[in-house]
């Protein structure tokens, strides 16, 4: 049994400010929008939020790209309406962590625009990746995370940056020390301000494999793994930023892990590791993934979608820590992708959330979750925003393919899928605003929001509310073991969480057939996502918690 931590029991709610709630009707959400729908966070039980960037940036990759790290976006609000959000969150006992992206700036940040300087003795110089290029081009084959070449040519540096992602994000060089005491200031900033953590953008890749040799781009997943992430010196830096500064406060860290294997994850998050206290590892993210990444798809193996759950339990042990999650803003809605959208995305939407809330390690739900929002089918690729979408458009076009074949890839893999604006009802705009959302409104809306499902006792709103409150009633799911009960069925997923004393066995019907249902004598059913069960059959995307009855 793992030792307690309030971060080990809270129930995340990741909210991305641009399309919660916009507050003051210029089709952006904001702060004032989030402080307008605390009694709805609160009424669905959450207990923390991790709130994407709000810092001053250019919004190439919507706040990803921080050109001050001390402010608040303008269209967000003011550090005022922050701290009074901190504050009112606080009050309800709810924590916020903060999104830290500190793998890259904006080229607009001013350590870059000084960096390109082309003056010997530059102090920013070294505070980025500069290299001479190669028989005229790039240093080397690397490519973006976002397509095309991972460097760009400055003339009056006569030299290439580095970036992983796009032109406006250039890689920080944590090799120098003072890089690594700017990240510790801006730390230390947002922590005295009484935040409750990180959430850690891109974190295995800090360290760079400084050879920078060239890469084996035939499985992007590869590269991401052994060539961008988890470089020669990613735990002696994470273990500075704890040892200087995390350490000295009571919050919690969660790295985005792209890259992080099960065998390395507790590396990152051992408890003596000294380094982060979760992770959210992307392994089952690219499950329907080809060579390519997310534009190269391939069909869902619902086998290996269950077995990298029980793979990840074991990897963590009782050394490491998950937040485990189904969608995120980056990837497809979770119940258009392991769901069914369609005829049963009511129960599948269910099923998904009994799944990440009965799991092993800190649930964390995408908003819009707890209604079922769904992906999104746009006309033109103009209604698309996302930069990796529209770099990917206009590589996929020089490749020939036509703008409808892109946008049937974009509907089903796209990041615009779960950035479109929270529908809060079916009046205009779904309530998200007054104003031109910066987004379309995904259509669905008119009969999937926020109102309807209130009016409704068997809504997926309703369903979340109950099985939050349950999970916060039964700390086996918390602390308890996991264990696989194997089946012999594809779509049935059965696993126990035990402690001490209570033993629960969870049935899951991940598909639209029914399943004859297993032999549970000696247990009796205490909660389920259907008000009627069949006594031989498991419905289509029926989920159940039993409870062992001693005998
Ligand atoms: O994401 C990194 C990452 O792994 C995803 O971007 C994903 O792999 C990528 O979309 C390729 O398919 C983090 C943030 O979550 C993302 O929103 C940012 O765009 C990115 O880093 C750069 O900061
Ligand atoms: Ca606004």
Redesign the pocket.
């Known amino acids: 049994m793992s030792e307690k931590s309030w971060w080990k029991e809270a129930i995340i709610y990741q909210i991305y400010p641009r399309s919660f709630r916009d507050s003051n009707g210029d089709g952006i959400g904001d702060l004032g929008g989030i402080l307008e729908k605390l009694d709805y966070i609160e009424r669905l039980g959450i207990n923390t939020i991790w709130l994407n960037p709000i810092y001053q940036s250019p919004n190439d ?2 706040g ?2 921080i050109s001050d790290y001390y402010s608040i976006h303008p269209e967000y609000g003011t550090m005022d309406q922050f701290e009074e959000l901190l504050a009112a969150l606080h009050g309800r006992g709810i924590r916020l962590i903060m999104d830290l ?1 500190v ?2 700036s904006s080229d607009e940040h001013e350590w870059f625009v000084n960096s390109k300087d082309p003056r010997e003795d530059n102090p920013y110089h070294d505070y980025y990746f500069w290299r001479k290029g190669k028989n005229g081009g790039p240093p080397n084959n690397w490519q973006s ?2 397509g095309g070449p991972a460097w760009t040519y400055v003339v009056e540096k006569d030299a290439w940056y580095l970036h992983l ?1 796009s032109t406006k ?1 250039p890689d920080l060089n944590w090799e120098n020390p003072r890089v690594r005491e700017e990240v510790k200031d801006v730390l230390r900033f947002w922590l005295d301000k009484g935040i409750d953590g990180f959430r850690m ?2 974190i295995p890749c800090i360290s760079k494999n400084l050879e920078f040799a060239d890469a084996d781009n035939s499985d992007f997943a590869h590269v ?1 793994e052994y060539v961008y992430s988890n470089g020669p010196r990613v735990h002696e830096f994470l273990q500075e930023m704890h040892r200087d500064v995390l350490s000295k406060y009571n919050i919690m860290t969660v790295g ?1 892990g ?1 890259g992080i294997s099960q065998e390395r994850a507790n590396l990152y998050v051992g408890k003596s590791r000294g380094e982060l206290d979760m992770i959210f590892h ?1 392994e089952h ?1 690219g499950i329907d993934h080809g060579p390519g ?2 534009f190269d798809p391939k069909p869902m193996d619902l086998s290996a979608f269950k077995q990298l759950w029980v793979e990840w339990d074991k990897a963590m042990g009782d050394e490491g820590w998950l937040s485990v999650f189904l969608d ?3 990837f497809p809605r979770m119940v258009s992708r392991f769901g069914d959208d369609q005829q049963y995305r009511v129960e599948s939407a269910k099923l998904l959330a009994m799944l990440i809330l009965t799991m092993r390690g800190t649930p964390c739900i995408y908003f819009g979750s707890e209604i079922g929002m769904t992906n999104v089918s746009f006309d033109s690729i103009e209604d698309y925003r996302d ?2 979408t529209r770099n990917f458009y206009r590589i996929f076009r020089e490749k020939g393919l036509s703008e409808q074949e892109f946008l049937r890839l974009v509907e089903q893999q796209g ?1 615009d899928n779960v950035r479109t604006p929270m529908q809060w009802d079916n009046s205009t705009h779904a309530g998200f605003t007054t104003g031109t959302p910066w987004i379309q409104v995904n259509p669905r809306y008119t009969h999937i929001n926020v109102a309807q499902d209130h009016k409704a006792s068997d809504s997926i709103f309703h369903f979340y509310q109950e099985m939050i409150a349950w999970r916060k009633a039964h700390s086996v799911l918390v602390y308890g073991s996991f264990t696989e009960v194997v089946t012999d069925h594809e779509h049935l997923f059965i696993y126990d969480r035990k402690s001490v004393d209570e033993h629960y066995r969870i049935v899951l019907n991940l598909g639209s057939e029914q399943v004859s249902r297993p032999e549970l004598s000696g247990f009796a059913l205490v909660f389920g996502t259907h008000e009627e069960q069949d006594p031989d059959l498991v419905g289509p995307w029926e989920g159940s918690i039993y409870q062992k009855i001693e005998v």
Request: cysteine-free; proline content about 4%; glycine content about 4%.
């Open positions: 990759d919507n990803y790209d992206v793998n890259h995370f976002f992602f994000q953008d891109v991401i985005e792209p992307l993210m990444g997310r995120n803003h980056d930069v990796e990041r």
